[in-house]
Structures are given as C-alpha cells and as structure tokens.
C-alpha cells in the first residue's frame, strides 16, 4: 500500500501517523508545500504577540521526528501540481531544486486546506498587506510589529481578526478592525459578540463596523487604508483576514467534484468520487451536525478526526465523520466566547424552527472569591426541546459549559435532560445548579408553559399591542438605569400592588438577569395576568447598548 | 395544600423555592433547627481558612428574603421532634420559647440531611473536637484557628478533611490527617488520590494512612491523640470527619421505611412509603446511576435537584430523579481532583466487568504557555464500551473535563462517541485532539484490539509469565528513572532492534505517559511479536511510588 497526503498540517499529519499505526508496511509520503509539516498554526497569533516566546515551539512535529518516529517520507518545500487519477500519479515540483517528478499512488489524501481570501480591493498586493495562514506570515507580521511600528489595520473580525488584534495590541500597537458586517465574529449572534466587542474597545481596539476597504496605498513607511465610508486610515501594515477559501483547484482539475463554494464533497468516510481519493480538512466541505445541511468550517479539531477516518478506512476499517458540530472558542484579553451548534442567525438561514432562553449565571458560587459573570444562550426545538445550539461568553468557565453543550448535542439530548444531570460541585468550581442546570431549567420552563418569555427583540415599542414593561428590581437598581418606558415594582412588593398594574394588557415583567422576572411571572400568571418574562434581563438589554461612539 | 418541610438547608430550600412557584396559593412552611435556612454549606471550609472573609456571604438566601421573596412561612431554631402521620401533623420544638406545637400538613418533605458520625472513641466528648455540618461548627473551628493554635489533627482523608487540612494550613497551622484507609479520599481508586495526597504533604500536610485515633484526651491547652500505632499527636483541636449519616431516626420511627444504612427509601417522585411524605436530599438512600445499586452519596446537586421533583410531584408533575451518578471535584491547594460515575473500586465492590486505560495530557496546547498535565482513568464496559466512570486529577481544566465526561455517562454514551466529540479548541483552552477524544481513542483501541495493554497492578513480576518490560523513552529518560527491570530501546531505533527481543515472552512497553508504548506495540504487533502497552506508562508508576517517608 502506498499513501501520498498532499499537505502535512492537521487533517494531514494526523491520516499519515494514523495510517503509520495501522500499517508498518505501508509506503506513505506526506508532501508539503511549505517548509513544516504539523506546525501550530492554531497558535500564530499568540506567536506573533509574544505570549508564545520560542518560535520552536510551533513546530510540533518536526520532520525528524515525523521520520524517525512513524517512519513517514516527509518531503517539504514540496508542491503537488497535477493529480492525474488514470494513472494515479501526482506530479511534484520540489520547490528547493525546481525539478517536477512524478509520484505514483495506491491511495491519496487531500489535505490542501484553505487559504485566506484576498478581496480585489486597489492596492491589495503590497507587501505591507499581511495574512496569517502559516508560520512564513507569523515571521513577517511578527517582524512588521517590532520595528517602529505604530498602527495595524486589521480587515475583518472573525477568530483570527480579533486574536491578531489582541495580539497586536500586546506588542504595544494601535489597532483598528475593519468589519462589513454591524457586529464582530459574524457567524455569531449580535448580542453574543457585543461583549467582547465591548471588552476590545475597552483594551483600546478601535472597531468599525458596516466598514469596508476601498483601496489601499502604500507610502513612503506605510500604508494609508481608504475606507468606504470616505474616512483614511495610517497603518504600518494591514492584515486580510476575512475568511478563507478551500485550496481545492488542484482536485477539481483532476475531476474531483467539488461543492458551490467550492468545498471537496467526500462521504462520511472522507472519500471523494473517486474511490482511491480522500479529502479530509479545510479542503473539505462537511455536513453540519445539527441542520445535516452542506456547510463548510474551518476548524483544527474536524480536520484531525478526518484525517484519522481517512485513514482507517483506507485499511478497511469503517470509521465514519458524523458533521461538523462547529464548536469553537475565542479568548480577547481577559475574556472568552465560546460556541457550538448552530447561531440564531444560522437557524433563521435555514429557516429552522427554534425558541431561545438567555442566563447571566457566575462561573461559580458567588459567595467564593473571584466569581465571574457570564452569559449563555441557549437555542432549542420548541416542539422537543433537542439542543440545537448555545453561545457564552464571559471571563471564566466558558469553554466548559459550551463543552458540555456541545456533548449533549451530540447525543441528541433535550433541554429536560439538562435540567437533570449532574455536574461536579464544590464552590471554586461551579453551582450545585450549575448554569448548565439553570439553563434546562429555564429552557424546559419555557417549553412547559410555565415561563412564557419575550425576546428583546420583539420588544420594539408599537401603538398596538405594546405590552406593560415591569421592572421587579430595587428602587435601587431601576434607579441607576431600566429600560424606557418600564414601570418599578419590586419582586417583594408585587403581590400587594398588583392594583397597579393594567388589567387590559401584557405584562413583560424583567429584572437584571431574569431570575426575579420569572418569579414575578409565576406570581402575575397565577392571578391571571398575561404576562411573560423578558429573557436575558435588564443585563442583556444593556449589553446591547454599549458605547460605540469612541 | 398546606406543605411541612423539614430541613431549610439544600433540598428543602429548593422544595419550598420551586413550590412556591409553582403555587402562590399554597402554605408553605419551612421548619429548620439551626438559625440559618439555606446557608452555604460547602463553603464552610473556606470561611474557616479565610478565603471567604465574610460571613454574610454564606448566608445565600437569608430569612427576609425567603419571607418576602418567596412568601415562605420559615421559622429557625425550630426542631422537629415526631411526625404523626395519621393526623397529617408534626410536633415542632421552638428552641428559643422551648414550647412545643402541633403543625399538620397536607404534603411532608423531610430534608433533615445527613450528620457527621462520632466515632465512639473515648474522650470524644471533649469540646476541642469539631465537626463541621453548619455555621456554628465553622464559627467555632474559625475562632479555635485564630487563637494560638498551632497544630490541629483531623480525622478522616474525604473531601471535607481535605479542605479543611489545606484551609486550617491557610490559617498557619501544622494540620496532621489521620485515615483508617491506605490512601486518601478512600471511596477514589488509589493511584488517582496519591497525586493530591503528594501535594498535600508538599504543602506541609502530615498525613498518617492506615491509622486511626484510640482515644483524645484533653490537656490544660489542647488535646493529646493517641494514635493505633502507639504514637501520640498533640492538637489544639481535633476535627472529625470520617463520614456522614443519614439523620431518618425520626422518620423512621413514624414508620417511614429506610434503607440498611439508615437512608429514607424513596421512589422516583421521592415519595416514601406514606405518599403524602417525600424525602429529599442526604437523608435519603439513591440509586447509582451507572449500576442501579442502592447508595448514600451526599451531594448539594442531587439534593437540589430532589427538592425540587419532591415539589412538582405534589403540584402534579410527573418529573422523576434519575439516580445518582457521584460527580465530584475537590480542590487541594492548586490542585483539583475531580470524578464522576463508580471508581474501579465500586466497580470490583458490585463485581461488574470493566476495562481501564489511563491518560497523562495536558489542560491545553503544549505550546501555549502554563500548559498543566492531569492524569485522566477511564472506566468503560469490555463489551459495548459503556462509559461507566472516570477521575481526573491535575492543576487546570479538570473539572471541565469530568463535566464532559459526566454528561456522556448520562446519555449512555460509549468511548467510541468519545472518538468523534467535537469539543471547543483554541491553543489557551484545550487541544484539536481534547483529553475527551483522546481518552477515546485509547480505550477504543483496546476494546478494537489494536493496542492491547497491562495494568500496573499485574505486573507483579513472578518467576512464571514474567513478561519482557521495556522502556521505549529515549536514553536520558530512561537514565533519570525507570521501572525496575526493565530494558531501554527508544522508540526511534525499536524497528532495527527488535532483534534483541525475546521471541518466547510477552513483551510490555511503556514511555512516559502512554503514546510512544502504543506505538511500539503498535510496530511489535505487526512483526509478529505478542505485545502489549503499559497503561498509564511510567508516569503512572511513579504516582504510585511517591515518597511517605516524611
């Protein structure tokens, strides 16, 4: 048997080492157009910060290692230029030399990845015009930061936008971000990202939003970055990073069938049309776990399980990818936000069904020091309750809760389990409800009819049909800020001034997270009001209403 | 409906919260003994040791707030001294006047919990000896602490010993933990406990195993403790906590059918035999969830989560408790210990089929900085690969990873799921590859029959069987410490070597945490060779070798 593996990154190198496990006999030749294979790019920003002192570190799996370990044909600088599939031959040109030779093949792996994409914007082609995809452009940016460099102009704030960013600002630059959409980390939902939006512009990341680049120009030790809106920014050098496309051209001029944007369609066990390719990584285009709709997802983690499926069926076992689940976190300074399953916005896309419940639960008991808040959301099927997707972001203990969520969606279970299981316990660590609990309390609550809720944004104030808002916080606390229009009562009051209230009306009771405006439901509800809870409180409400204007 | 509960603490403040929720119309009363309702009690240990500097802080839902918030009918220092259930009434002491009254009831819960055992040794009257069930307990143990007290002993190694050993140290004293067992935290597996056991004595903790007290006997400042061994300790204190017991004496002699361990029986609903009586919490029997056996097993979640099926079944509600699963964290010093589902030890106790595999990962990318290693056992069914438990112990990220862990128990999940989960990576939070899939694949691999693998704990070498052990860690390793009797081939050189093999014996491989053995045996399998992994590798080993001699 012998194996080539165009590209020795993360799909790459985990087929190749899994295949090495499987098979001491097999012939396997990883090629890499690049100088590593295995190299952390996952950690580049981090490099480029500094945060990551030694540059060797990123190499994970050095060639050497590679070689004498698993005993695996590592050829880099090494680029594959033609598949012909007939004679199941690639055609190498080896980068160093310039010579191009053929390299024949039992079984082949795709492992190409996706490069960033380069908008046909004036003046993209300047040197001063940076991507992140390998450790080639971690040098040059990290170079780029340390002379007497001032400003970065960063396009676009997805993952690596806002890493690059933070990192940026670490080396001790200015930095703005140049986003298109009204909100960071597009694929989220907007009240999602706006705090952490909030927490970059506190670190004095400047952010514009419904923002584009017109051109760019280089001067004289610069660049001058010419915005849509007419405004110029100076910057040292600017960084591309809105989004990356699948690096499948070399398959589909060999024939492999590709998607409409472009992915390398496989089955489940990473085969493409023609039974002896394999695709597996960024190349690919994946089916999403939750919707089963065609999607396609850049993420480290995929990338390896593919690798391994690849090759295992390779050698006949039949291991099979199950979707792509889109878990993924970020970190921004002090803050995290971390995802899994599908957005809101992603839902409404496919036009799925689904009902929403917010919590601002503290990562542990708040009577332990050092508790942080966070915020979770969490989306559901309104008919089964079957987790469809959640969002947190806060300081501490987000990236376990989005686990765990990510783990119940995986098997296929509702908002009625959550309520149910046990998570450990002790004060540093969490709740004996922990958030993950609260949420199946909420969410289930919600499904049972004993919790109606409102969303924030159906709240927007009509002459029909405008219901009565109901602050049931402290005179205190509605003082120092409520939403406008929203009569106080407090939670401990309400039941004796009910009088108060409208009898022709629905009543949108809310607090600051949402526990008292439950209360307060259960309370108007049972007296016969029409009444629900406003989701996500005051607090989500005034997430909403961050400062832009700086 | 007019509703009794007994007990205001955990699952009786969560009863009486989630009734009245569900019913503003009902009475419910709250009767508890002590002068707090629902007080903090896991964070008693750190109020002891400072790290909760308020007391305030522990009272989480003061009297008022019950009264107001909740319109809970909560009356303190009231003790309950029978219950006459053909009348529907309770007798209840008022501590203060020192009367005694008649309350009747439609629906009783009782969550009397569970009380720290006193062991019957003489002199354990003395008042230098402490518990610590509620705030008296910690008001005393904080004031005895804060005297000249130098040097406290405490009787037993669980998670409450633990945490007051390393707050009592916080405090400045010299702590001394006597336990009956060969280890600590004894219902954990043994080599899982020994890491926190080393920090602990790391951090000034002297720890006597299989020991336990004869007699105390106070002096004109403190307390002499004669030990088994014949040794004497001095103290200024003394804290016991070798267990807990179901407080049922008086349910019991109303007629309520408890367990052979004293825990009130109860169904799904947490109904006992008299259906308008419901027992929740530490004073009930549960069982597992993972073997169906019938258990105690106090925890704040579980009791939580009791009160509140207790009160949807009285207002109606079909919600039912699905078992206990012993999810668990526990903090030492910087370290955490974490477990979930039955240890290997339960595992043996109900004589249930179970394979093991050990991990030793790290919390995150080993490239990005402050990277911790945990040491992660996994207990799963031989045969279908059923997920039946796990520990965890480390620095970072531990619980976040039993959580995972727990909720794939819950879902009946098996460790090849463990495989394809989809977790959320970045560099800072976790690996492309998480603990969860690696973990995973290992044990897949085993039950797959790719990797076979030994346990330490039958290696014992005897003249018979005796398997060849070899080291495959590269030369330094191998020089800086070994197991005794083994054989240094460092993985890169076993191909040419296999040469100096013997072909008549099992061969065992170990490196330091587990990979490098799985691929020499990987390599040996193929070659012919009957081979076999050393789960845990040598890093396991020298766990279990730490040095007691302090």
């Known amino acids: 048997m012998k194996i080539v593996i165009i590209g020795g990154v993360a799909g790459g190198a985990s087929a190749a080492a899994r295949a090495r496990r499987l098979s001491e006999e097999a012939e396997i030749i990883v090629l890499e157009r690049g100088p590593h294979p295995s190299f952390a790019n996952c950690g580049l920003p981090y490099y480029v910060g500094g945060e990551i002192a030694s540059r060797d570190k990123l190499l994970v799996a050095p060639v050497a290692m590679l070689r004498q370990r698993h005993r695996l044909d590592v050829r880099v600088r090494s680029e594959v230029t033609q598949i012909d599939r007939d004679n199941q031959t690639v055609s190498v040109h080896d980068l160093d030399s310039g010579k191009t030779y053929i390299e024949s093949y039992d079984k082949l792996i795709i492992a190409t990845g996706a490069s960033p994409f380069r908008p046909p914007i004036p003046g993209i082609e300047s040197s001063r015009i940076m ?109 591309v990073s809105i989004g990356v496309r699948p ?70 076992r039949m291991s099979a990818y199950r979707g792509t689940q889109s878990s993924a976190v970020v970190g921004a300074f002090e803050m995290t936000a971390a995802m899994t399953g599908l957005s809101e916005k992603l839902l409404n896309r496919a036009a799925l069904n689904y009902e929403k419940v917010y919590i601002h639960p503290s990562d542990h008991a708040g009577y332990y020091p050092g508790a942080t808040q966070m915020t979770l959301k969490l989306l559901f099927d309104p008919q089964d309750g079957a987790i469809l997707g959640a969002q947190c972001v806060g300081t501490n203990g987000v990236d376990k809760r989005i686990d765990v969520l990510a783990i119940a969606i995986q098997a296929g279970m509702t908002v009625y389990d959550l309520e149910e299981v046990e998570l450990c316990y002790a004060p540093q660590y969490g709740h004996a409800k922990d958030p993950i609990n609260m949420a199946g309390f909420v969410a289930s609550g919600v499904l049972r009819g004993d919790q109606p809720i409102v969303h924030l944004d159906t709240l927007h104030p009509s002459t029909r049909d405008e219901p009565f808002l109901l602050d049931v916080r402290t005179e205190q606390e509605f003082a120092a800020g409520h939403i406008p229009g ?27 997270v949402g526990q008292r405006g439950y209360m307060a439901t259960r309370i108007l509800i049972q007296r016969g009001y029409e009444a629900a809870n406003l989701s996500g409180g005051y607090r989500l409400w005034s997430n909403s209403m961050i400062d832009r204007a700086d």
Chains 1, 2 share one sequence.
């Open 247 to 316: 690096e499948s051209q070399l398959a589909a001029d060999a024939g492999i069938k590709c998607g409409e944007r472009g992915g390398i369609r496989t089955n489940a066990q990473m085969q493409t049309n023609d039974p002896n390719v394999y695709a597996v990584g960024d190349v690919c285009q994946v089916s999403c776990f939750v919707s089963k709709a065609t999607v396609q997802i850049p993420l480290a983690g995929p990338a390896n399980r593919q690798g391994r499926i690849a090759a295992d069926h390779i050698f006949g």
């Open 131 to 239: 991507e992140l995809r390998d450790l080639g452009d971690a040098d040059r940016m990290h170079e780029a930061a340390t002379a007497r460099a001032k400003q970065a102009v960063i396009v676009g704030a997805g993952f690596i936008g806002i890493e690059v960013a933070e990192n940026l600002v670490r080396r001790g630059m200015h930095v703005t971000i140049v986003e298109l959409a009204d909100q960071i980390l597009p694929p989220w939902d907007r009240e999602m990202a706006m705090p952490i939006e909030a927490h970059l512009r506190k670190h004095g990341v400047d952010i514009r939003l419904n923002e584009s680049v017109q051109a760019f120009e280089e001067t004289e030790h610069g660049l001058t970055v010419q915005l849509q809106s007419g405004e110029t920014l100076s910057a040292d050098f600017a960084v």
């Open 486 to 512: 929203a009569t106080n009562i407090p939670l401990e009051t309400l039941r004796e001034r009910t009088g108060e209230l409208p009898v022709d009306k629905k009543i949108v009771a809310y607090c600051q």
